[in-house]
C-alpha cells in the first residue's frame, strides 16, 4: 500500500511544483558541494617551529639552598649589564609543580650573544640549570583565505535555507494537488503517519539524489585529479581516495538528513484545513 | 448497533453545538437526520464515523466506545464505516480510478480492487460511466460516485451527509430509491438532510434536530 500511495503523491508532481523540487535540490546540491570542497581544499596549516632560529629569553635555574641576599645581589648585578635587556625572576614552581627554588628569565640584548652568555651563567656557582629558548617561528603553508571561507559559509547558509525555503513551497505546490487523496485517505480510515511518511520519504529522496549525483561527481573529478595532479593542486583531497569516501559518505548522509528535514517541513503544512477530510 | 447516551459537544469558545443527544440505531436500519443549516448533523455524523473525538457522553459503534478507543483501533473502526461528505468532491481523475485509488489505498490487490471497483459502481449505476472524468459528471452522478466511494469497501455503517444538495426532485427521489434499494441486510444507513426528505424516504424513522438537540423521532 504505502508504495502504490507513493507512487500517487509523484503522480501529482506537476510543473509547478516541480520547478520548486528542482531548484530547491540544486540548492541542496550546491550547499552539498560547498561541504565537499571543504574536504576537498588542501588543508591550509600553520607549523611552528623553533629550528635554528635565535635565542629570545634564557631561563636559569638557581639552586634552592641560595640565599635570598645572594639572589638579591645577583638580580641586581645582572640587571646593571649592558649584554642583558630584559630580567625577572620567578619561582621555579610556576615551570614545573614538581620544581623547587627559583630562576631568572635573562632576555639577551643581542640573540647573537645568548649562546656565550648562557654558557657564562652554567659556569656559575649555585646555578643548577640553564635552558635556552628560541623564538617560534610560525610557517604557514599555503591556504585558503579568510574570505574565502568566509564566502563559502556564507553560501552554505544562504543555500541551505534557500534550498528548505524551495522544497517547502515545492511541497505546498504537491500537496495542494494531492489534498482530495489526502482527505480520502483520512475519510478511510489511513493512518495520518502513513501520509507523513509519504512526504517524508520523498524530501529524503530528493535529498539522497542530491547527494548521489555529487557523490558521482566527485568520484569523475578524483579520476580527473589523479591524471591532472598539477591542475588540481589546490583541491588536493581529491587525490586521496579515503577522502573521496568520507566526503561521499558525509554528503549522503547529510543530503538525506537535510532531505527528510525538508520531508518534515513538507509534513507541517498537513495540518491545514484544506485536508480535512470533512467540511 | 449505533447507541448515543448524554452527547454533548461544544466549540473551543464555548458554543454549545450538540446538547445532551440520545440515539439508538439498529443494525441493518434506514435513519434520517433532519434540521436546518447549522443544527448539528454533519458533526453528530462525524462524531459517529469517529472522524471527530467526542467530549462528553457516550458513542457506541458497533459495541465499541469511541471515546475510549486507542488510535489504531479508532483506525480499524473507520475502515468499517463508509462516510459520503457533504459538499463531496471527486478526484480529478476518472470514475473507475475514483473508486480503484480508495481500495489499493486501504490494501487491496489490483485484481481484487478491480472485483470490488465493478461491483460498487453496479450498485449505484455509474458502471457505464466508468471511464468519464469524475470532474464532469452530472450532480446526481457526483452522488452516485460519493455512495459508490462510501460503500466500495463493504462498510457496516454508511453515514450520508446532505446527498440531496443541489439535486432536482427527481434525482432526489432516485438517490432516495438508490439508498432503499442499499438498505438491504447488514448495512445501518444514516441519511442528514436538512430540505424535505424525498417521498422514496419518507416510510423511514427520522429524528429532528434543531439547535444541537433532538426534538422529535
Redesign the interface.
Known sequence: MPMFLFRELLGSIRAKSATFFLFGGLLLFLFLASIACFFMISPGSVARSTEGQPIEEIRVFLSPRLSSATIDQWFLDWRERDDIAALRFQFAQEFDDSASGGLFVVTPTDPEMAASLASEFRGVDGVIDVVEIPRELAIKTPSVSLIVRITLLIILVSTVSASLFCFRRGFHELLSSFSGEIRMLRLSGIAERVVILLVVALGVLMGLLAGLLLVAGLYLFHRLALSHVVAFSLFGGLLNGLRILSAGMTILALGTLLGGLSGLLGASLLHGRDFDPLP | MIQVSELHFSTEDGVKVLEDIHLRVDQGELMVIVGPAASGK?LLL?LLGA??GPQRGQILVHGRNVARLG??KM?????R?G?Y???F????RTVHDNVM??L????NYREQAEEKVLYALETTGLIRQQGVDALELSSIDRVRLGIT?AIC?DPLLLLIDEPFEGLAEEEKAEVARLLCRMNTGHLTILVASRGSVPPGLEAFRRIRLVDGTVKGA
Do not use: T
Open positions: 454533519s462525524g472522524q471527530i488510535p489504531n483506525l480499524s473502526l473507520r475502515r464505516i462516510i461528505p457533504q459538499g468532491v471527486p478526484l480529478p485509488f480508495k489499493r489505498a486501504l490494501g466511494l469497501h
